[in-house]
């Protein structure tokens, strides 16, 4: 949950051009939402107002080809034999 949070603000950050102004965005929800006054209810009233509200947001079904699949045991393999 910490590394979505993190990609969808630095997202948010780095794309933060017209005509979306995500980080408006964010902080419109956060600032405006009426899912509650606590700090996870207005960190997701920003998220719901940047992704829009829908129950795959956070784990999103993933089929993955037999080449990513692939990448990515070969990046954690080469990055496992750097730390050696």
Known sequence: MINYLTSTFAYAAQYNSPPKY???VVCGGIDGGSLGSDIL???YAGV????GNT???VNPDKKLSETTE????QVITNQLH???
């Open 70 to 73: 692939g990448w990515i045991w």
């Open 55 to 57: 129950t795959c947001t």
């Open 82 to 84: 750097l730390q050696d």
């Open 22 to 24: 995500p980080v408006n």
């Open 41 to 43: 209810s207005k960190i």
């Open 48 to 51: 719901v107002a940047l992704k």
